[in-house]
T-cell receptor, first 114, second 115 residues
């Protein structure tokens, strides 16, 4: 089975722009979660989608949003980019979103905001 | 609120020496616990997980971890370090209730292995 894929792998944007990141989960997985990784704040949970519904959300401003499509692929959008949004954005998928399940991570999208 | 603490942001060992990476969680009800490894410019790879079955959990690449409820700990060990073990290691918890699939991560421990 192919793993979790994320596109693009690298992205450079300027302040005020918006960006959309894409995540394709492992085939058959219905839960997709997003995390932000920065040197200062570490790994922080953004949100989780399951069967096209946002099931859980972390403590991020409304500029961060996401969605999930019927094929379980997910997109994350950040509007009005700030310098502090520079980070590695990781997507993870799991089969049915049960707590004991393993979340499988993609390689991430590295976003640089100038 | 659930939190995860990893003692030591940097650990350095000699090749062949014991690896011990520390992780403590804070909750009265033990959560599900995970150890992930991250190599440079890559995502996270699961090493092992505790889901309230056996307290001694064996993972990939010779790693294991022991869940100790009395100490609220889930330390990661490997008897003999290899150069290829150099990476960043993250301990993570999923609360037993609420939060569904949300992983709460520790700050990470960067492991260096020298010859």
């Amino acid at each position: 089975k192919a793993g979790v894929t994320q596109t693009p792998r690298y992205l450079i944007k300027t302040r005020g722009q918006q960006v959309t990141l894409s995540c394709s989960p492992i085939s058959g997985h219905r839960s997709v979660s997003w995390y932000q990784q920065t040197p200062g704040q570490g790994l922080q949970f953004l949100f989780e989608y399951f069967s096209e519904t946002q099931r859980n959300k972390g403590n991020f401003p409304g500029r961060f949003s996401g969605r999930q499509f019927s094929n379980s692929r997910s997109e994350m959008n950040v509007s009005t980019l700030e310098l502090g949004d520079s980070a590695l954005y990781l997507c993870a998928s799991s089969s049915s979103g049960q707590r004991e399940e393993t979340q499988y991570f993609g390689p991430g999208t590295r976003l640089l905001v100038l | 609120a659930q939190s995860v603490t990893q003692l030591g942001s940097h650990v350095s060992v000699s090749e062949g020496a014991l690896v011990l990476l520390r992780c403590n969680y804070s909750s009265s009800v033990p959560p599900y616990l995970f150890w992930y490894v991250q190599y440079p410019n890559q995502g996270l790879q699961l090493l092992l997980k505790y889901t309230s079955a056996a307290t001694l959990v064996k993972g990939i690449n010779g790693f294991e971890a022991e869940f100790k409820k009395s100490e609220t700990s889930f330390h990661l060990t490997k008897p003999s370090a290899h150069m290829s073990d150099a990476a960043e290691y993250f301990c993570a918890a999923k609360p037993f209730s609420g939060g569904y699939n949300k992983l709460i991560f520790g700050a990470g421990t960067r492991l260096a292995v020298h010859p």
